[in-house]
Structure formats: C-alpha cells, structure tokens
C-alpha cells in the first residue's frame, strides 16, 4: 500500500515507533507547511492512502475529486470537521479516525502550553529575552498570579488541568460552559460564574477550551471581548474560529482585552508572516503547539498508523463513514 503523510512540519512521523511497523508498505512522508489544496493533490497523487496529522490541513471536495487513487483515509484524533465527509463517501474514500493508541491522550501537553503562554505573556518574557540580547537590561514589570482571576471556558479534560493549577498558584478560578462542564467544575470545588457577562468582565486571565466545530463556531463574541478588562489577557489554545471572525484583532485594538496569547489561527499553518495578530504588539503567537511534544505524537500515530494497518489487512476500523465501504470508485 502506498500511503502518504503530509504536514508532519518537524519530521517527527519517521521517529516514533508506529513508524516502524509499516515495513513493507510505500511510505512518503512531506514535511513542509502550505495552505494551497493544489500541493495536497501533488502529495496524495497515486497513493492509496493518507495519514492525516491532527487537523492541519483541511480535506475538501475539490481535493477529494483530484484523488482518484484514494482509498482510505486516517485521521489521527477523533475530530474530522476539516474533512467532508459527504465527498469522502460519494467517491469511496473510507474516513477511519478516532483518540491516540496505546491509552494515551495528550490532554496535559495543551494544558502545559497553556500556562507557558500566560507565564510568558504576564511576565513579557519574549520581549525581555530580546531586549537582554540586544545589550539592554530589564524595563517591564510583570503581573502575579497569586490573587488574580483565572476564567476557564469549558471545564473538559485540558480546562481542569489548567484550573488545577491557577488554583495551586494562588489564583481564585472561575468556571464556564454548558451544564455538564459548569457541573464538573463544581464537584471539584471550583467556582461557577452567576453568568456570562460577569464571567468575562471579571477574568484577570480568561482561557478558552472549546472544541472545534460547526457548535463553537463564533461562540466568543465581539461583545464578550469588550466586557473584559483592559488588563486581562485572553488565552485561546483550542480552536482560533470559536472567537468571532475578526473580533479579536479588533478588541485588541480598542484595548480590551488589553492583551492575548493564542497557539491557534483561522487557516493553518500560517506562513510568511501572514495574519494581522503577529503584527500585534499586545499580541503572544505560537505556531499550534500545543501537542506538538514527544510523547503526545507517539500516542497520536500509533492510532494512526492501527487504523492503516486495520484497513490494508481489509479489517477496519474507526470508520467515520461507513457508507463508503459499499461504494466503489468513481
């Protein structure tokens, strides 16, 4: 089976151990960044299958009818929003996708990131580095922690752990969501905003982990941007679409909030320096971090690479569009 891997941007498919138990399959692996459905063609051409890295690149009609030869596709986590499916059956392309193998999930990477971004913003970390560099010493003052009000949108997996630890530094934490999340917040002892409005109007830090998806989208409007402080800074290291098209680059210009930390864009990857948040100067960006750690790829390509595996020995699994297991190629 000829299979290939596209956006693996730090080459680290060929270092885990799934890796290795595709001995004997056509393996091609790319790893440049590009946003032009046109280059995913010229990458898939005449493979059989493709492993999808998270949900890097988006899987469109147009690019599914250019792929004549595709067969199979495996998403390594359970999202496929960015895959259309309904393309994906008509022309016979099995979608198989769900969490990493080996029992683990990732959920603390993100979470760690999150308290690196929010660290490095309240202390302008990135900022003093530069300028110790260039030959100068310290001109910023920092923010604690301790005594600040930590807000978390959505009380999941990577959302209690960063409430967690807002609470071990001190910090009186704030919960917000749906009935279930709002729920689980409480029965670990956290406390539950009396509403929205108040919920984002008094976040010192104010982090958002919301899935990704048709539900989220725009969830985050301009509207609960400008009830926050002038001082608060917004962290957003789940989805950039769940904020309203544009609204954060324009709250950011009025001032409130008056800073952001984000890990996440709106069309990804980002390349050239293309996106207005990166000339923000009360702006920290990261370039999708947030699972990009040793031991969180491991997990994620071995689901991955046992989903291929299930399919070339005509046994899948995880299958997303099952319909397509009836049809034959157009």
């Given at each position: 089976m000829k299979i290939a891997v596209i956006h693996d941007y730090a080459d680290v498919f060929r270092t885990t151990r799934a890796y290795q138990r595709l001995a004997g399959h056509d393996v091609v692996v790319h790893t440049d960044a590009y946003t032009e459905p046109a280059r995913v063609v010229e990458q898939v051409a005449g493979c059989e299958a493709v492993l999808l890295t998270q949900q890097r690149v988006p899987v469109t009609r147009q690019i599914v009818e250019r792929l004549p030869d595709l067969r199979f596709i495996s998403q390594t986590s359970a999202n496929v929003y960015h895959v259309d499916l309904a393309a994906c059956t008509e022309h016979g392309v099995v979608v198989s996708a769900g969490r990493g193998g080996g029992g683990r999930t990732p959920y603390s990477t993100t979470a760690e990131l999150t308290w690196g971004l929010i660290i490095a913003s309240l202390r302008h970390l990135p900022f003093e580095v530069e300028r110790l560099k260039q030959g100068h010493w310290h001109s910023t003052v920092g923010t604690r922690l301790e005594g600040q009000t930590l807000g978390i949108y959505a009380f999941g997996h990577i959302g209690a752990a960063v409430?967690?630890?807002?609470?071990?530094?001190?910090?009186?934490?704030?919960?917000?969501?749906?009935?279930?999340?709002?729920?689980?917040?409480?029965?670990?002892?956290?406390?539950?905003?009396?509403?929205?409005?108040?919920?984002?109007?008094?976040?010192?830090?104010?982090?958002?982990?919301?899935?990704?998806?048709?539900?989220?989208?725009?969830?985050?409007?301009?509207?609960?941007?400008?009830?926050?402080?002038?001082?608060?800074?917004?962290?957003?290291?789940?989805?950039a679409p769940i904020i309203e098209e544009g609204a954060l680059v324009a709250a950011l210009a009025k001032g409130r909030p008056g800073f952001a930390a984000v890990d996440v864009f709106e069309t990804e990857p980002v390349v050239g320096a293309a996106h207005p948040l990166l000339k923000m100067p009360n702006a920290l960006c990261t370039p999708h971090l947030g699972y990009a750690e040793k031991e969180g790829y491991e997990g994620i390509y071995a689901g991955g690479v046992e989903r291929l595996l299930a399919w070339a020995a005509g046994k899948p699994i995880d299958v997303i569009n099952p319909e397509a297991l009836e049809r034959t190629k157009r």
């Open positions: 409430a967690r630890v807002g609470r071990a530094f001190g910090m009186r934490v704030v919960c917000w969501g749906r009935e279930g999340s709002t729920a689980r917040a409480r029965a670990e002892g956290f406390e539950v905003a009396a509403g929205r409005e108040m919920f984002f109007a008094d976040a010192d830090v104010l982090s958002l982990h919301l899935p990704g998806g048709r539900e989220t989208r725009g969830i985050v409007t301009a509207g609960d941007l400008a009830r926050m402080k002038p001082t608060a800074l917004l962290v957003n290291t789940s989805r």
